[in-house]
């Protein structure tokens, strides 16, 4: 059964820092991504970063490349993003996807993720 659980999320001010967690267990593929997508209310869900699992290629988001920086943990199969200079508009339901290493150019598409957390909220004030 896989399972993903995400932590880190709160309410911080412009200009702060969060890192949020996620921990994958029960994974079926033996190559496969990890990603960060978010949801602000009345938006749709959007890529925020992704990284491929054995290799460590990574791929962000324009909005969020040179703040957010996304690593993992192999040995514990959880994977961190760390969120700095937060802005307002970086306000949303983050969510956690895995799935069987997408090519290259769906590692932002939605579908190309099979399994996903149950999201954390992270708000920021200005």
């Known amino acids: 059964q896989v399972q993903l659980v995400e932590s880190g999320g709160g309410l911080v001010q412009a200009g702060d820092s969060l890192r949020l967690s996620c921990a994958a267990s029960?994974?079926?593929?033996?190559?496969?991504?990890m990603a960060w997508f978010r949801q602000a209310p009345g938006k749709e869900r959007e890529f925020v970063v992704a990284v491929r699992w054995s290799g460590g290629d990574t791929y962000y988001a324009d909005s969020v490349k040179g703040r957010f920086t996304i690593s993992r943990d192999k040995a514990k199969n959880t994977m961190h993003l760390q969120m700095n200079s937060l802005k307002p508009e970086d306000t949303a339901v983050y969510y956690c996807a895995t799935g069987r290493r997408p090519i290259v150019s769906a590692v932002a598409n939605l579908n190309s993720y099979t399994y996903w957390g149950q999201g954390t909220q992270v708000s920021v004030s200005s």
């Open positions: 029960g994974l079926p593929w033996r190559e496969y991504a």
